[in-house]
């Protein structure tokens, strides 16, 4: 089908959540390059929101993928599975926690990580629901985490169906966050960089200190890593930046390489307070999405992918902080860890008309926040990719 083809299809009948898409349809991918249905290449620096860490069509992925589809896809989870079960073992083996629980999505691991954390103080006998958030956030797309994304925009429409003991704060301010904390306080729940809120890094100091709040005043400390966990940020989970322990941890978008599948991870201690029947998922941890994801994290630790972010992410800075500087007319900042990165524009730009013009130049990059131009590229990137983009944007601009 041509562009045109499959938008009057889309206009027709998809319902309009997402307005006027970019003018392109990709057909398929190899390494760092999409293809669209017109067979025009373009370098990928989105990973499809953050999710194709690996780039595309990944032979070990690819391989996982058709391997476990020509066994089977789906059993449920009635039964034993054994990739599920490899996959969790794997998760455990390199990260702080003990137990997973899978999902289908980052909206799904939040809201399995907000019941965890009440349903550990109900086991415990303490009254405690209430989940502090940050403004900014952004934790999906559901009700709960609707009501923990702190983004009015967004909660508008729906604010009497959203939990009112979810509550947000402003993001980097701890006496805030002190002064919030009731009897009834279960859980604070962040991003240590939030990214769709702008590629907002939080400091050392906010970070750390909310982990201490949390332990002085008994809480549990949620860190949702669904953007900047899997190697994104250079580490393979970011809150390794901070020097901090969450007592939860949310993953999703990279973990399967491109198939749906979130996870919530924690130590046997919280996690033990989910029983038999508290929580599950008909489709969560599948076989075909937990072959994937196990392809994917032993291709990156083989590999050593978060490593390789960093690096490549420390020279797409240097090379972006350099097209800044010749502009600052439109350029205020740039700022992120490892491979998310945020070009931060004068307040009077849009990011997304830097978008279009850069994705007529054969480069897919993305927003956060209006006024950022959001990259998130496959962990894969190699220097000469960032030289290109950076030439094509030094021309935009
Ligand atoms: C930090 C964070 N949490 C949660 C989500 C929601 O994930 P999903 O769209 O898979 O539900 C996102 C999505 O952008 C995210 O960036």
Redesign the pocket.
Known sequence: MTLDEIRALDENYYMNTFGARLPVAFDHGKGVTLYDTEGRAYTDFFAG??VNALGYSHPAVTQAIVEQAQKVCHTSNLYYIEPQAKLAKLLCDNSFADKVFFGN??????EGAMKLAVKYFYEKGEDRYEILTANN??????LA?IAATGQKKYQKPYARLLPPCVKNLPFGDLSALRAAVTPHTAAVML?VIQ??GGVIAGTKAYIQGVRALCDEMGLLLII?????GMGRCGKLFAHELYGITPDIM?L??ALGGGL?I?AVLAKDAVASAFHPGDHGSTFGGNPLACAAALAVLTTMLKEDLPEKAAKTGAYLKEKLQAVAAKHPQAVSEVRGEGLLLGLALQPERKAGDLVQALLKKGFVTGTAAGNVLRLLPPLILEKTDCDALCQALDAVL
Not at 105 to 110: C, I, L, R, T, V
Not at 137 to 142: I, V
């Open positions: 929101i953050a999505s980052g909206a799904e691991a939040n956030s952004f934790h999906g797309r559901t985490t991003e990214a769709e949702d890593e669904v953007q900047t949310t999703a978008k749906p979130g």
